[in-house]
């Protein structure tokens, strides 16, 4: 079946604008997870949703962060007011259930480049 | 703060050798411990994991040994080969219903002809 999808797969945006990232996580998973990956880093955790549960927002490293997540599928990073340190490749994954006994899927990625 | 650390940055290794990754952690509360490869342009994908409750697992080509009271663990690619060539994340959880992953800084691994 169809993989994690992230979209756009680049983005290239000016500093100050505001950016949507998408992803589409696989069908059936209800753990959708949203990591960072800066150059020469690890991937850092951002939000975490579980069903209708309030999300995990602890890894999100500043209010102009948020994201939503519609009918328990579809999520949206949004990045309010770029800014330079903001370029990464932004990831997502899913899992069929939350917990360490099921593996994170993840999507290719949205690289983001804030000029 | 780096919960997670993980040794060489990058690392060459020629074809039909061994290749070693160590990850070192803090939190006495991660409970299971992956590791990732990645492909340029690809997410991560889940390679092999391990729970503490062993010393070691292998599948294939690829072991984990994992030192508890030391809070270390590593990679171990046997008869490496120029496919392997990627890079490695090792990485953390604690479990329960949030599994968040907590990442090493990876490790680019070449493996030469």
Known sequence: GAGVSQSPSNKVTEKGKDVELRCDPISGHTALYWYRQSLGQGLEFLIYFQGNSAPDKSGLPSDRFSAERTGGSVSTLTIQRTQQEDSAVYLCASSPLPGSSYEQYFGPGTRLTVT | ?113
């Not at chain 2, 703060?1 to 160590?22: E, F």
């Not at chain 2, 092999?48 to 809070?71: C, L, M, Q």
């Not at chain 2, 329960?96 to 090493?104: E, Q, R, V, W, Y």
Request: hydrophobic share 35%; aromatic share 12%; proline share 5%.
């Open chain 2, 1 to 113: 703060q780096q919960q997670v650390k993980q040794s060489p940055q990058s690392l060459i290794v020629q074809k039909g050798g061994i290749s070693i990754i160590n990850c070192a952690y803090e939190n006495t509360a991660f409970d299971y411990f992956p590791w990732y490869q990645q492909f340029p342009g690809k997410g991560p994908a889940l390679l092999i994991a391990i729970r503490p409750d062993v010393s070691e697992k292998k599948e294939g080509r690829f072991t984990i040994s994992f030192n508890k009271s030391a809070k270390q663990f590593s990679l171990h690619i046997m008869d490496s080969q120029p496919g392997d060539s990627a890079t490695y994340f090792c990485a953390a959880s604690n479990g329960g219903t949030a599994s968040k992953l907590t990442f090493g800084t990876g490790t680019r691994l070449q493996v030469t002809l």
